[in-house]
């Protein structure tokens, strides 16, 4: 099997069937399996995929395991070549799955690729970033990568200057759509689930990267993407989560390794960041 689909929902019924319709519209020219794992929705999205889309193969959890959780169940479940991680609130493209595998198999190194996400209106998504090391970090919380958004240096975290219409290797693409390949999946292993819904792809791209593995963005393949279908059911908690996942990056990647004082100035920023931020949601 060339391509297993794994679909994590979570009370996203009507963005959920718009995904499956696309997948069955503009399906790989090899075979392929969709799995959906639902966390325990109460928008009947588990009923909809057994009446309407019987050839998913539907994982139904009791109650709301995360996103971390959900892929590894996936992920476990599946038989493909290369595994695609896709949000329910995108439509692929006529296209999309033979680019992204076409260009994943030309590239042996590559533990994931991450394709071109597009808005509703048509614009371009920023959607890859660098790690996010010290000093890049700074430049973020110091406001000066919106001073000088095309600096490679000042904008290096959100990579404000990136170029979405040129194949690059890139530190982490956005998890709304990435392919991974089984044997980086065997090599690097499952989602840690103590990220269960922010950084998890962050921290298995650093972990892949570790190992001598390397991420791609091609824009050669491009998906809809509406963007936080399920985050911006409760967008307060989802800020103060994204940034405790930051602050739990660092403490698993980056506690040791820093001299202590930056290590601690780093988690308060982190903090204080979080507090600004929720406040002015």
């Avoid at 922010?198 to 972990?207: L, M, P």
């Avoid at 994204?242 to 290590?263: I, T």
Wanted: proline fraction near 5%.
């Amino acid at each position: 099997m060339n391509l297993s689909i794994v679909i994590v929902n979570w009370n996203t019924k009507e963005f959920l069937r718009r995904c499956l319709e696309s997948l069955r519209a503009n399906p790989p020219s090899g075979e392929f399996e969709v799995i959906v794992i639902d966390n325990a929705s109460a928008d009947s999205s588990a009923e909809m995929v057994r009446q309407e889309f019987p050839e998913a193969v539907l994982i139904e959890n009791q109650e709301n395991l995360g996103y971390a959780q959900g892929n590894n169940q996936g992920i476990a479940a599946s038989k493909g070549e290369y595994v695609l991680l896709l949000n329910p609130d995108t439509e692929v493209t006529p296209g999309t799955f033979d680019a992204l595998l076409k260009f994943a198999k030309s590239r042996p190194d590559a533990a994931a690729v991450g394709c071109r996400l597009i808005n509703p209106d048509g614009g371009v998504q920023s959607s890859c970033r660098s790690f996010p090391s010290p000093l890049p970090l700074l430049f973020e919380y110091t406001k000066l990568s919106r001073l000088f958004p095309r600096s490679r240096l000042f904008g290096a975290y959100r990579m404000t200057y990136f170029d979405y219409s040129r194949v690059a290797e890139v530190d982490q693409p956005m998890g709304s759509c990435l392919l991974l390949s089984r044997k980086a999946t065997e090599d690097v292993g499952a989602f840690d689930e103590g990220f269960p819904i922010f950084f998890n792809e962050v921290d298995w791209c650093f972990r892949a990267v570790q190992r001598g593995w390397k991420a791609y963005f091609t824009p050669d393949a491009e998906v809809l993407h509406h963007g936080g279908a399920s985050t911006r059911q409760a967008k307060a908690e989802m800020i103060r989560e994204s940034h405790e996942s930051l602050g739990r990056f660092y403490e698993k990647h980056y506690k040791g390794r820093l001299p202590w004082a930056v290590y601690r100035l780093i988690r308060f920023a982190i903090g204080a960041n979080s507090r600004i931020a929720s406040r002015l949601k």
